[in-house]
């Protein structure tokens, strides 16, 4: 299929998109509230501990919305899950429009991170499942740069906006979202997978294009055969757990997000202006907000591009490492602030080489795990499996960033800025190496292929009806699958 056909696919990816910026707004909007509530410049009064709550309630919603994404998109499909969570983002925002107090933000917070567990687990799905495989990396890294956009408007705009203009900015983009997403035609995987194979037979006409009736009935011929194999066996969460087939991709799943939670790039992203303000950095914080949207983007957009070149796991590995001696760069400054006590005219010039190495850090960070995480599940799983994997990897990835921001508080005035940093300098590090020991290389597979690789539930099966549609033996199939390195 020529490269010029897959225009439909592009235009696609665009639509769900733009509800990844949404979610990008909606995750970030703390970042230039949190200030605005700690000053009072709002007419809703919070706590310390009030505003660790607005800051960590996002997470159990994420994790609700993670759940009703797998149940929706398996049973109604991937498209009527997606437009579904414009829902609890609209009705929460409104909440807060209507009704401000301090209990009705902690109620939309838990219906934003609703609607962002629902686009982040139903997008990367999707267009894992209707892009091609020499793109399949762009275009799924892509709604993952397009939540970084989200993150750059709204740290760029929300300083120097009130509050109530930042919500109208939350209530606005759900609903252009919905209205994009409701042209785009559901997956041929989940159409097959309901039996309903003229629906199947004319979305993927409309995807890609094909030159002829043969080349298109010979790619359904083949996903058919696969969607058959791979849902074989249930799809339950038991079956996840205990398959042994499946073992080797949870583990990297989870050693993945566990590690990206402890490695502190939600409390960055989130407590940044109260983070330089304690830093003493001589710097705008307004300023440092608009750099770190900017930089984060352009990282989104440069990932992106790298995926399917450079390969999941080199990146992978070279984030990790790259963060870890960033934070710790971040650690050092502080520990000369805070245990050696530098008077504060003397370290303030130096503030400047702690918010660099905070920048880095999230560059690094970006080009690698924290937009990765997104592909990894998506790839890695099997059809029967793939939502309720998705739906786990992101409540367990839920459950950590919700300890870690919860908790960010009261450790840091336990231990100070130094020893967070530190702290989460350390597990970047040992997110590298555990990255470079167990994780897989799915650059330049199909689903197929990388399911082979994977050694999943029905992998005879599966080269049995590809020889049927593609005339392979066994060994050419295993042969495109090379082993873990």
Known sequence: ??????????LVTCAVCLASVSAGVSLSWTTPVLPKLSDDETSIHVSKGQISWIAALNSP??????????FVSDHFGRRVAILSSALPAVLGTILVLIFSNVWLLYVMRVLSGMGNGMVVTVSTIYLAEISDKDIRGALTVS?????????????????????????????????????SCWFIPETPYHSLKDGKV???????????????????????????????????????????????????????????????????????????????????MQIDVSTALIIFGAVRFISAVMSSMLSDRVGRRPLLVYSYIGTGLC?????????????????????????????????????????????????????LFPLNVKSVAMTSTNIFGSIASFAVVKVYQQVKDWVGLFGVFIFFASMALAGGAFSYLFVAETKGKSLREILVMMKGPNYVEITKN????????DTDVTGKATELK
């Open 327 to 379: 934070l710790g760069i971040v650690g050092a400054y502080f520990f000369c602030f805070e245990i050696l006590l530098v008077s504060e005219e003397k370290i303030a010039p130096y503030g400047i080489i702690a918010f660099i190495g905070i920048v880095l850090s999230i560059i690094f960070s970006t080009l690698g795990f924290s937009s990765l995480i997104y592909i990894l599940p998506a790839e």
């Open 143 to 179: 709604s993952r740069f397009m939540f970084n956009l989200g993150n750059f408007l709204v740290i760029a705009v929300g300083p120097f906006v009130s509050f109530n203009t930042l919500n109208y900015m939350l209530l606005a983009l759900p609903t252009v979202y919905f209205i």
């Open 198 to 280: 003229e629906q199947a037979r004319k979305n993927l006409k409309r995807l890609k294009n094909y030159s002829s009736e043969k080349e298109l009935d010979e790619e359904l011929t083949l996903i058919r055969h696969d969607v058959r194999s791979e849902t074989l066996r249930s799809g339950s969460l038991k079956e996840l757990l205990t398959g042994k087939q499946y073992r080797r991709a949870v583990v990297i799943c989870a050693g993945i997000k566990i590690t990206q939670s402890l490695s502190g790039f939600l409390v960055i992203q989130q407590y940044l202006g109260l983070i330089i303000k304690d830093s003493k």
């Open 466 to 473: 590809v020889n049927k549609a593609t005339g392979e033996n």
């Open 61 to 70: 919603g994420f994790m609700a919305g993670s759940l009703a994404a797998s």
């Open 1 to 10: 299929m020529a490269q010029g056909n897959r225009r439909a696919q592009y």
